[in-house]
């Protein structure tokens, strides 16, 4: 009787340590998994959207794994570039985009939104790939990455095929500037956008309802391209 006692005790025991620090161990390291296999595949995704608005490509698809999350079009950002030429003429550019997010476990999201990469959670954004922008006092780069859906979509629970096709571009070429100014509306991700601006842009910000930053040049050529690229969610 004590051995069968002693021996159900062990069973008990073990099974009750391993429900209390086995199981979420298990989940932490699933949901570290999932993170990390987002952040490769929102690689892929960046990668493949250059080649729409870089190389030209008329279409890329990527696939994305949301067994345990969702993938789908955010609502709307808005971004407007305004250059002002030596001559006082005042060029604005604005493009209205629908960011690509991946809800995961936990509070953890990665977005694509304007060329840029972040890893996105409750309280904070960090910009893990930069957006293709080229400031210098020689020459200013400015690709406006508008990617579009035709209605709000979200889907998951299997893999998702992220379909990008470029539907328009136009580009603005300024010879002489004197001022650049770049607005961001609406991105909950205001944050990191300033410190993306300020740190390697040097750019001077301000914050209200929308994020606004500057910075003055010498007669610097200027390009401002804005490439549509409509997102269509398969599974």
Known sequence: VVGYILIFSLIFTTVGLVSVAGIPTFEDARESEQKQNAERAFDVLNTNLAEVYDRGAPSRATELSADDGTVETGDPVTFNVTVEDTNGNIISTEAELNPIVFRGLGRTQFVYEAGAVF???????????????????????????????????????????????????????????????????????????????????????????DLDCGRTFSGTQTFVTNQEIRIILEI
Do not use: H
């Open 119 to 209: 890893r996105d959670q409750s309280d904070s954004a960090m910009m893990l790939r930069e957006p293709p922008l080229k400031v210098s006092t020689d020459r200013v780069f400015l690709p406006l990455i508008e990617t579009y859906s035709n209605s709000l979509q979200s889907t998951g629970g299997g893999t998702v095929l992220v379909r990008a096709e470029s539907t328009s571009r136009s580009v603005e070429i300024v010879e002489e500037i004197d001022q650049l100014n770049v607005t961001v509306s609406d991105s909950p991700r205001e944050g990191a956008w300033k410190r993306y601006f300020e740190d390697e842009l040097g750019m001077s910000c301000s914050t209200g309802p």
